[in-house]
């Protein structure tokens, strides 16, 4: 089977946050979008076709998850991360980013502490604050051109009150996937003072050849750790807002539900339930092909800034569709930086302070989800601007 990567599809008219937010984020139009995280792929055709076919029923009423749902997510992690997820620890949620919120506001009470590991995904830090309770950053250590935990600084977090981490693995925006002896030492660290951790594992699918992503709750059966997880950023479909949760502790899992029952988001869209189903049935040979796609582009870029850019570092990548661009060597403060690619590059990508003041600051995170040719013009551009700087 062959799959087309390649062409571009124009996202005009589609209400695309990606595209026509340009103006309203950036203070332009005119700019390439390589920022907020979805893909400029069209998803599976499967999933497109098995939302046609609901479509062509016409009748969209409440709808609730079918026993069917949970069979696909359950069958998706066996298959492709060997972890066998019970029925009862599901939970379904409108996406990661609600789950967090609802995690930590279920599992903690006001003003208690959460980990987070710096430079990571922005609503991390808002899941804490926005909910009333007390952010401890973990900032993450670039060490040798590679990001690793620093544990020792986690255990004082630990010691200073906090119950409940935030684990974003894969890591975005620095694209580690974490090795299984990390994840391991670090449940030591959870298991010693009794943490829960919440994991974000939406990234689990986009993981490079030579790396394997291994979910944090296979890993250990005598630690709490909830896990989200969605087909969401895997098919290209987080516009239609179904994610899952996976909750193993009794309490813990019934807190979350009655928090859902309260909000009142217990049912779910009808095209939600299609997509979500299809994606996991009949996606894997699009996944594949996508994933050689991405690596070599992953390649291409790496390859371009250092020959072209040598002062844009591209750290070196693991999974995610985003790279993480070490712009330091151009010596640009930060509100510098993003106007330097937005008015004289005309590239449209995340700056590194969204996701830690300090941790973040000079890099820039760029989304390569994208027709090669696109890059390539935006990196061209970028190379136009570098030299006349
Ligand atoms: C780590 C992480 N979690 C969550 C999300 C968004 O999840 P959702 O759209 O399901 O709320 C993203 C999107 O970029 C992400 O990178």
Known sequence: ???????????????????DARQQYFGRDDVVPLWVADMDFPAPEAVTKALVARAEHGIFGYTDYPESVYESLQWWFRRRHQWKISRESILFCPGVVPSLYAAVTALTQPKDKVIIQTPVY??????VTDTGRTLLENRLILDNGEYRMDLAHMRRCAED????LILCSPHNPIG???RQDELLALLDVVREYDMTVISDEI???LIFPQYQHYPLASLADDVNVITAV???KTFNIPGLGLSAMIATDPEQHQAIQTLFQQWHINNTNPFSIVGFEAAYQHGEAWLEALMVYLDETRR???????THMPMIKVEPSQGTYLLWLDCRGLGMSDDDLHQFFIEQAKVAMSPGTLFGEEAGA?????????PRSLILSALDAMKAAYLAL
């Open 1 to 19: 089977m062959t799959f087309d990567f390649d062409t571009k599809v124009s996202r005009a008219g589609t209400a695309s946050l990606k595209y």
């Open 300 to 306: 291409v870029v790496a390859e371009y800034c250092q």
């Open 362 to 370: 000079g890099f820039m995170r760029l989304n390569i989800a994208a």
């Open 230 to 232: 969605s087909p969401s």
């Open 203 to 205: 990234h689990a699918d």
């Open 176 to 178: 580690r996937v974490w």
């Open 122 to 127: 922005h609503p991390f830090f808002t899941a």
């Open 161 to 164: 009150g906090a119950k409940v």
